[in-house]
């Protein structure tokens, strides 16, 4: 039993000889993940619900009995996984752990408005829109997503401070426009609450045109605000670039890094290839990114073996 276990959790991570498999895993879950987000979609559709109506349920029953058997198989095997192998931690404690982290909680979501559809005689619609949660599992297998939720947490601090400051120009915005515009238009602007809704759509840029100033003062106020949104708007979208970007930059480096370490004797064991692969493949790395980093390595040893000058090998 214990070597099963082990053997899910390598397969869960897929590394080394398990790396094919895992990969064919995940391929498969993205795969059925995909199907179920267009079959929800659809099945909304109320001539489309009726006409396929057994076969939405099938893809349904089905979907929920595979991601169900991996969420028990992941709770089941997350104790053999490499982080834990030199855990102090009891084996209750590790799966207690991982019930609450974020990616355990989604592939619960995934599974738990079915489950409770089955004992609730009511036709509730919120479950079934819950249902669409499952799009974030595939946070799981795409490594692009990941750059994203670490650019979050990295940036997590300057995007409070940008909101911060976008939530005192909504209100100076929305307080702005009442005083100008409730005595001429009391239906659309007879509050503060009330004109926050132009105010958002205008710092949002997107500017709906539902509710606009009339007055000359109105529109020259409005104007500014449209002007003061354009930078307001690019502030967290900047820092979320450059974080992402600076994500990307330290997986290649540590990439370097490793091949760097790998090729000191002059060349590329089996292992080390191996090695380079697994890592390759946790970073979300091209194999052409890979291959390059490798050539540049490879490049620059010889570089440094051999005078540029005389052509000498150099001791």
């Given amino acids: 039993m214990h070597r099963l276990r082990n053997y899910t959790a390598r397969v869960f991570e897929g590394n080394g ?15 059925l993940i995909m199907i179920n987000v267009v079959a929800i979609v659809l099945e909304s ?53 991982y019930f609450f982290s974020p990616m355990a909680l989604i592939d619960l979501i995934a599974i738990l408005p079915t489950i409770l559809m089955m004992f609730v005689s009511v036709d509730l619609r919120f479950l079934r829109v819950l249902r669409l949660m499952r799009i974030f599992k595939l946070t799981r297998y795409s490594r692009a997503m990941q750059l994203l939720l670490n650019s979050f947490k990295e940036e997590s601090s300057s995007l409070l401070a940008a909101f911060f400051i976008m939530a005192v120009v909504l209100i100076i915005a929305s307080c702005g426009i009442y005083l100008i515009e409730h005595d001429v238009q009391p239906d659309k602007f007879g509050s503060i609450p009330a004109a926050m809704w132009w105010a958002m759509v205008t710092l949002t840029t997107v500017g709906y045109g539902d509710v606009v100033p009339v007055t000359p003062l109105g529109r020259l106020f409005g104007g500014a605000i449209t002007l003061v ?87």
């Fill in 17 to 31: 000889k398990y790396r094919r498999v895992g990969r064919a895993l995940d391929v498969f879950l993205m795969s």
């Fill in 45 to 97: 559709v109320g001539p489309l619900a009726k006409q396929y109506h057994y076969e939405f349920l099938m893809i349904e029953l089905i979907s929920v009995a595979i991601f169900s058997l991996e969420y028990v198989l992941r709770l089941w095997s997350c104790v053999d996984k490499s982080v834990h192998k030199e855990s102090t931690l009891t084996n209750s404690k590790i799966r207690i752990r």
């Fill in 229 to 315: 949104s354009m930078g307001m708007v690019a502030i967290p979208t900047g820092l979320l670039a450059s974080s992402f970007s600076e994500q990307l930059r330290k997986r290649r480096q540590v990439f370097t890094d490793a091949v760097h370490e790998a090729i000191e004797d002059g060349h590329l064991s089996p292992v080390e290839e191996e090695h380079l692969e697994n890592l390759r493949y946790k970073l979300g790395l091209s194999q052409q990114e890979a291959n390059k980093a490798i050539h540049n390595e490879l490049k620059n040893r010889n570089r440094n073996l051999y005078c540029r000058h005389c052509g000498k090998r150099q001791d």
